[in-house]
């Protein structure tokens, strides 16, 4: 998306130990003992959340070297990064606050939805209403948070799109919706359309 005017990085966080297939494993104990990932998830998701803290600092103590606005850093996360960005949005001091927040899939079981801060940054969220993992709900929620607050949000709901679709074309709305981020960045003044440029 940098033609677009928007520049991604990719945060590697302290995630929950599992074996060789970590995705297989979380997904088996999912179905069989859900209760379970809630409890090796709550000692490691404060870390995560600290992880992207840091990430927060470190690009906006270095957005010259980066070519970025220092005020115009956001953060993004799918399942489990969802709850990392949650995280993020709710535990910031003024060095570390994200500019914006887009929580795909917010996974509210793990980081249940709080009351949006006093200054709260704008917040789109994405899911899918079929999405397996029940995780619409929460999304609504979520939304409801800031909307509650009168903070500015949006939200982005597919009636199809399953859970985890990301980057992946199923021939679905849902396919699109980096083009609804990139239109809802537009609209909060993140970026300008690339033909004004």
């Not at 906006?60 to 970025?68: E, G, I, M, P, T």
């Not at 899939?105 to 789109?124: G, I």
């Not at 079929?130 to 929620?141: N, Y």
Request: hydrophobic share 35%.
């Amino acid at each position: 998306m940098i033609e677009k005017g928007i520049t991604a990085f990719v945060l590697k966080y302290r995630l929950v130990p599992t074996g060789e297939d970590g995705v297989k494993e979380i997904s088996e104990e999912s179905k069989t003992d859900p209760t379970k990932i809630i409890e090796r998830i709550t000692p490691v998701l404060p870390l995560s959340i600290s992880d992207g803290l840091s990430a927060i600092s470190y690009v906006r103590d270095n957005a010259q070297k980066f070519s970025v606005d220092p005020n115009k850093i956001g953060f993004m996360g799918f399942l489990p990064g969802d709850a990392v960005t949650m995280g993020v949005g709710h535990n910031y001091n003024n060095g570390n606050r994200p500019d914006f927040l887009v929580p795909i899939y917010p996974w509210t079981t793990a980081l249940p939805v709080q009351k949006a801060p006093k200054d709260a940054p704008p917040m789109l969220v994405i899911c899918a209403s079929d999405d397996p993992l029940e995780l619409a709900e929460g999304s609504v929620e979520q939304y409801s948070s800031w909307l509650e607050t009168k903070k500015s949000t949006a939200m982005q709901m597919y009636a199809k799109g399953d859970h985890g679709f990301g980057m992946k074309e199923q021939g679905l709305p849902s396919d699109d919706w980096i083009q609804r981020f990139y239109n809802w960045s537009i609209a909060q003044g993140l970026t300008v359309p690339s033909e004004l440029k």
